[in-house]
Structures are given as C-alpha cells and as structure tokens.
C-alpha cells in the first residue's frame, strides 16, 4: 500500500508539468458510439494554469471526434521514473496562429513540413476537469529492489504516491 496525497491548484499544476512536460501522451477520444480512440501525441506545451497544447492535422479523425464530443482523456507513463498520469478534460480545436508561433518547434515540421504556416496545422487546447497521478517515493531502481523483497518477504510493498489533481 502506498500513500494518498491530493493534489490541488498550484501543487497540481506543478506535477502536472513535472509529469508530461515534453512527454507524448496517449490522446483519447471518443466514436460516435462512444468507444474510445486513443493516439499518440507530442505535447507541444502546458500553461501555468493547466490547459495542454498539440499540433494536429486540420481534416485528421482526432479533430473529427473533438468537434463531435469534447470530452478527451490523456494518459502520460514516464517509465523510466515510474511516473503516471491520467488527465480527463474538454477539447477544442482552433487555428490560434500566435500560440501556433509561440509553441512551435523542428520536431514538428516532420509531421507539418510547409511549417508552422501549414494551412492543415491546427492546433488542440484542452482544459482539464480533473485527473490522477501515481508516483514512486524512491525512484524506480529503489522501488524495483522493493518489489523484489516484497515478493520474497510476502508483505506488501509501500513504495508509491498517489492522489487526484484538481486544478
């Protein structure tokens, strides 16, 4: 078992960041029957009050099904710091030429190569309503050793953090 630390605000906002800065996301959507789309995607930015940013194609599906339902999911794992998150929020899609400019990097001109004028570039904003993070207390090599021992010991291992984020 490990502990329960609820994050809110400022506190939330700042693992947030911590997490999925430069990190690429599985964007989920939803069908029109409701199944969930998942894809991954680069995240291009995180303001100071939570709202994420990615690049996508103006006639692409992931646009098709934000215009359709807003209501998006993201899920960050950062293997190699045992770190999770899962962010739940609502989408829009726009062509915001200013934040395009502000957030634009090489790394994206392999997916737009006319740039950041390409007429298909739009851009995702999502505004989050809530989430969840899990996180180690040690780091992975720490926690990978406990594991062990508690496998060989048999009593449960105590080497996580979790809680929900509020922003």
């Known amino acids: ?15 947030i960041k911590h997490i999925a800065s430069g990190e690429v996301a599985m964007l989920c959507t939803f069908t029109r029957d409701g199944a969930m789309d998942a894809r991954p995607m680069g995240t291009q930015g995180i303001g100071d009050d939570g709202t994420f940013w ?8 992931v646009n098709d099904q934000i215009l359709a339902n807003p209501a998006v999911q993201m899920i960050y794992m950062v293997s190699g710091k045992s770190e999770y998150l899962s962010l739940e929020g609502t989408a829009s899609i726009s062509h915001d030429q200013k934040k395009i400019d502000e957030l634009w990097s090489g790394w994206a001109k392999a997916w737009f190569p006319k ?7 739009t851009l995702i904003t999502v505004t ?21 021992l508690a496998a060989v010991t048999g009593k449960p291992m105590d080497g996580g953090v979790e809680g929900s984020l509020k922003v």
């Not at 078992?1 to 693992?15: W, Y």
């Not at 990615?54 to 599906?61: C, D, I």
């Not at 740039?115 to 570039?121: N, R, Y």
């Open 1 to 15: 078992m490990g502990d329960t630390k609820n994050l809110v605000s400022r506190e939330a906002i700042a693992k």
């Open 54 to 61: 990615y690049f996508s194609a103006k006639g692409s599906t």
């Open 115 to 121: 740039g950041k004028d390409d007429p298909e570039l």
């Open 128 to 148: 989050l309503t809530g989430g969840h993070y899990w996180d180690t207390k040690n780091g992975k090599m720490v926690s990978l050793a406990k594991i062990a």
